[in-house]
C-alpha cells in the first residue's frame, strides 16, 4: 500500500467553530463529534480532527488546500463576503491582493485559532493534479 496521509489533528480555541468555518469556506462537510474531535474530511480522503486546546498551548500552523478555479471562485466569493482578511503571500505583506503563482490562482487567510490556511489552484511547481506520480 503506498502511503497516504489519513488524518491530522488541528488545534482550535473551539474545536465546532473552526471546524465550520473551515468546511463553510472550501464548501466541506463537518462530520459527527468523535470523542473530542470534530472532522472535516477533503475530497482525498485526508480528515482534519478539530480538538479543542488552550489558547497558549496552540501553535501556528499552516494547510494548504488544491482547489479547481471554479472551487476557488465560490471559496473566494465566501471569503469576500465574510469580510475575511486574505493576502497574496504568507508572510501577510499584500492584504486584498490573490496571486498568481504557477499559472494558478491563490490565497491566504487566518482561521479562528490563527492557523494560515492557503488555496491554490495548481500546486507547487505548475503540475495538472492529475499529471503527478503516484
Known amino acids: 500500500m503506498p502511503v497516504e496521509l489519513n488524518h491530522t489533528i488541528v488545534h482550535a480555541r ?3 467553530e473552526s471546524a465550520e468555518f473551515l468546511a463553510d469556506i472550501l464548501d466541506l462537510e463537518v462530520g459527527a463529534a468523535w470523542g473530542p474531535f470534530i472532522p472535516v474530511v477533503t475530497a482525498n480522503g485526508v480528515t482534519l ?3 479543542t486546546a488552550p489558547v497558549g498551548s496552540i501553535t501556528a500552523q499552516h494547510y494548504a488546500f488544491l482547489i479547481s478555479e471554479e472551487e476557488f471562485d465560490a471559496a473566494f466569493e465566501r471569503i ?9 503571500d504568507p508572510q501577510r505583506k499584500h492584504p ?3 496571486n498568481h503563482n504557477d499559472g494558478g490562482r491563490g490565497l491566504y487567510f487566518l482561521d479562528p485559532a490563527g492557523h494560515g490556511m492557503e488555496i491554490i489552484t495548481r500546486p507547487y ?5 492529475d499529471s503527478r506520480a503516484v
Open 14 to 16: 473551539n474545536n465546532r
Open 49 to 51: 480532527d478539530f480538538a
Open 80 to 88: 469576500q463576503r465574510a469580510g475575511i482578511t486574505y493576502y497574496a
Open 96 to 98: 486584498g491582493e490573490i
Open 125 to 129: 511547481g505548475g503540475f495538472e493534479a
